[in-house]
């Protein structure tokens, strides 16, 4: 699947994909009563945690709803990244390219593939309404593993549910989402094909200037 492919599947969500019950927001920047986030709990207890108050968020916030990038960005940043791995998202996305970049090389990758996510994904908010609901799925997995895939639909007015799973690492500070599958693509397999095109053309320097030139 192409990304353009991909992202149209993610706006009908309504920006739920990533930037809502993976990344989510802080309701008490919209004023809303935000819910207790716990990263140890229960891969099901955080993700849903972590989606209600991205939803009573994004439902209070007037910017929000009238998808204002440049505000949603800046939530993002702000209230959003901490429940991601972006480490692992970009270290898994490159692939076997990954061992032959240097450290710097590295960390300009992760945080010009972090931009490039950030910047994508705050565009798919605009559909975002009062009526728009997540639901999580039975949890099939193993609590006590150190990864899990949770299982959600995403429901909005006039439109089929979207089946979203979300890939879970547990670490240190509890879980981290680092992957997703949107209708069977999982978010890491479509870019890693993208990377290693433009790995193979242009070098690694050549992907981190490619996305960097898309913020």
Not at 48 to 72: F, S, T, Y
Not at 159 to 179: C, F, N, P, Q
């Amino acid at each position: 699947m192409s990304f353009p492919a991909f992202l149209k599947i993610l706006r009908r969500t309504g920006g739920l994909c990533l930037l809502g019950a993976v990344l989510g927001l802080s309701a008490a920047s919209a004023g809303a009563a935000e819910r207790a986030v716990d990263p140890k709990a229960a891969p099901n207890d955080f993700l849903e945690a972590v989606a209600n108050n991205m939803l009573d968020a994004v439902k209070a916030d007037p910017q929000a709803l009238r998808g204002d990038p440049g505000h949603i960005a800046d939530l993002v940043r702000r209230y959003a990244m901490p429940y991601v791995d972006m480490n692992k998202t970009t270290r898994l996305a490159a692939g076997r390219y990954w061992r032959q970049a240097s450290t710097a090389q590295q960390d300009a990758l992760i945080q010009a593939f972090t931009g490039t996510l950030i910047r994508t994904y705050s565009g798919a908010f605009t559909r975002v309404t009062s009526d728009t609901t997540i639901s999580l799925l039975p949890f099939r997995g193993d609590p006590q593993a150190d990864d899990a895939v949770v299982r959600t639909t995403i429901s909005q007015p006039n439109s089929a549910a979207i089946g979203v799973d979300y890939r879970l690492e547990r670490t240190d500070a509890g879980w981290k989402v680092y992957d997703l599958n949107v209708e069977g693509i999982w978010l890491i397999q479509n870019y890693r094909n993208q990377f290693a095109s433009e790995i193979g053309s242009n070098g690694i320097d050549g992907l981190i200037k490619a996305l960097n030139a898309k913020q």
